[in-house]
């Protein structure tokens, strides 16, 4: 039997540690203090036991100060196993948090008690991140246990406060440890996926979330001569908004939709009765901006509209940017790392892997933002933030395959 089929038959028996790893990572509750809990401190002790029977060659903690949380940190843990320091290292980042269960009533069993149903396992934070942390950590670990040695320095990440903004997670440690990652270096995020695991993200749009505020005149419905109707405005704008589209009309296949799209979305609640002409409408755009195009061009456009359909019916039209992301250089199609995944993952499903970018929102913007290139992967339909998040006991053992192949052959 090849090394490599010998390493995968191990795998196919580590059944029993996906769910027991699976079933202790669950039961710490790893909650951010914007989210009501203390922060990742036990589940991370967990993981830093699990790491240290791999017996790492250098482990840290980055302690992320946050006064909300439990002895006033974030807990972030790097290991390394290393061949030779100097040389490349495959670095796996998966993230500790998890997001509040909501509505327990929506569940069918206690979130943090894992349920096993066949392949099935069940719990908050299985699939979102611990799927990513447990395949990675049993792929390594099935090489070290067969004796194996390493051809390149192989990285694992657990990192804190990804759910709720990454300030004291991935963010920090890039601010204040870059050192500990290099150009050269084959970073993975498996925090998002397809069900058949052929997606690698490899970039993102930008993302630009903006209130409008139109402001007319208030009046009784019956002599609407003596207002000015704020909703009839919004409405006027919101229609003229669906011409974004045709002024920044690129497209770019690697992007699933392949172009920008610009979604009105929210609306506030305005008067509380029929007869009353409205006064104030607020409402909220949604645009996810292709990276040849700047924010700023299609803020410009948005003002132009609304300073014309503000003139012609005697409204004041604000703008605010709620949220803004500049989308970062997209990690390049022939980058060592996508080369590396897609040559795993056709070992090991078989399956051809596409480079795809998607609509934005992944902690690997922020490597990528520091000139990192990051590849976001792994085999999940997406479960994530939902009632009976769960993941397949089967598709962790696969993707922990593909890394084992890929921290073996980079
Ligand atoms: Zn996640």
Redesign the pocket.
Known sequence: MSKMAEIFKRIDGYRDDVINIQKELTSRVALSPSNGGTGEHEKTTYVTHLLQDLKPDFIEEVKAPDERAFEGYRPNLLARWDDDPKNRTVWVLS?SDIVPPGDLSLWDSDPFKVRVVGDRIIGRGVE??QHGFVSSYLGLKAILDAGETLHHSVGLAVVAD??TGSAFGLHYVLKNRKDLFQKEDLIIVP?AGNEDGTMIEVAEKSMLWLKCSVTGKQCHASTPQKGRNSLVGAAALILALQELGTLFPGNDNLFSPPHSTFATTKMEANVPNINTIPGKDVFYLDCRILPRYQTEEVLYSCREMADRIGNNRGLKIQWETVQRQEAPEPTPLDSPVVVALARAIKEVTGREAKPMGIGGGTVAAFFRKYGFPAAVWSTSADT?HQPNESCLISDILSDAKVFASVYLRG
């Open positions: 993230h979102d991140n990804e759910e925090d994530a």
